[in-house]
């Protein structure tokens, strides 16, 4: 049976999926701590079933790394195997209808995600409809919650892992750059970035690239040094199961 694994995605990256219908890969270094405190000291031997029915990337050491010729490092993958089903956590909120007469029904629960850019500011209130002030006497918002918090019942983004891989980093091509979700930018040779429909762009469209618009990314989310380490990551490949929720007739769920 196929299994149903959480993932969480930033706001920008679930927007790459759903509208845009850009984003088919991801990138993740999870798991791969141990090979990536010395990423240059390893390389990828193959795949192998692991005993729960899922994968495990083998790392052979490079020469003169290890005395035993048959030492391997095996990781396993946490994303699953091909045809197993990614449900995305997002960024989110949750509160509640209040009627005409101004009291919150408990039972009829709203639930709003960050992705669909309504960022209006809403006010708490208490079951009588009173706004709620904190202890300085400033009004209370409702926030928006971390995704890993997000519950499995309200993803509503399905996907299905079409492909895993593994590889370094900065090996990522042009072709899986765009399948990353991100924009063309030019890069000048002050390390400043430019997004492709910026009036400031140069004339040469090579330096226009998918490649350095996942590269500002991956700068955003893990800093500069994460991308001069040259990681070892995840290549993780998917199609678009839903976007309204879970897909009806599932097989019965496994694992996490």
Known sequence: ?????????????????????????????????????????????????NVKGGLNAVFRPKGGFSLDPDWRESVPCRYGRKGDMLWVRETWRKYYKVDEAGYTQLDEEIFDYAADGDHIPLPMVDGDGFTMYDKKGNERYIPWRPNIHMPKVRARIWLEVTDIRVERLQDISEEDAKAEGVDRVYQDSDGNFWYEASDFLREDTELRTYKDGFKQIWYMINGKKSWTANPWVWVVSFRVLSTTGKPAGLEKEVGA
Do not use: C
Not at 24 to 48: H, K, M, V
């Open 1 to 49: 049976m196929r299994k149903q694994i959480p993932v969480l995605f930033s706001t920008p990256m679930v927007q790459a999926v759903y509208p845009r219908e850009a984003k088919t890969q991801t990138r993740r270094t999870s798991g791969l701590d141990r090979i990536n405190e010395n990423p240059d000291l390893w390389e990828f031997e193959r795949f192998e079933e």
